[in-house]
């Protein structure tokens, strides 16, 4: 099975990983950045490979938890993966509003090593939110007939969300 947890730049993706990790102890998490942390030094080049080294990690037929934004050429190659696994999957897409993203984006400590200056973040976080807010990110994430999507900005509901799938896919089982 797999989790994808979607959102905007600093919409709280990390956090809420941070969170999941001690309920699904059986679960791996991928995350971008932590690849991009891991492998990256900013330049392009190595952008690019830490995103290879990040796709190859997803595999088929294993528990995992994926953190990414769901957008743009990363988010594409996700679904593409995916869609030929024809695996079990949640999408959980936050709606982290805007104006909140755009504070902890001001306030943010660039740890990530990423080819663009981080100013370009500001940008980007508008763009993304225009894909979340329209319907468009969830509606690309429903296309795949075995991944449930849900959106929300309530927290606090996420566990309760993910720990109901898992059952579901259990009862699927038997």
Same mark, same amino acid.
């Given at each position: 099975?797999?989790?994808? +947890? ?7 993706? !990390? ?52 953190? +990414? ?13 995916? !869609? ?53 990110? !969830? ?20 566990? !309760?969300?993910? +720990?109901?799938? +898992? ?8």
């Amino acid at each position: 099975m797999k989790i994808l +947890i979607l959102g905007n730049i600093a919409s709280g993706k !990390s956090t809420i990983t941070q969170k999941l990790k001690p309920i699904l102890q059986d679960f791996e998490v991928i995350a971008i950045d932590d690849f991009r942390i891991q492998y990256g030094d900013g330049s392009m080049e190595a952008e690019e490979n830490s995103k290879q080294i990040f796709f190859d990690a997803i595999v088929e037929h294993k528990n995992q938890i994926i953190e +990414i934004m769901g957008t743009g050429d990363t988010g594409m190659q996700v679904f593409d993966k995916l !869609s030929m696994f024809k695996e079990r999957s949640v999408a959980i897409i936050l709606q982290t509003p805007l104006e909140v993203c755009m504070e902890r984006l001001k306030n943010r400590e660039w740890k990530v090593p990423y080819p663009a200056p981080h100013e370009k973040a500001f940008a980007l976080a508008e763009k993304t939110d225009k894909l979340i807010t329209s319907g468009t990110l !969830s509606a690309l994430w429903k296309i795949l007939d075995y991944c449930t999507v849900y959106e929300t900005n309530k927290y606090d509901e996420i566990e !309760s969300i993910i +720990i109901k799938e +898992i059952k579901n896919k259990e009862n699927e089982k038997e």
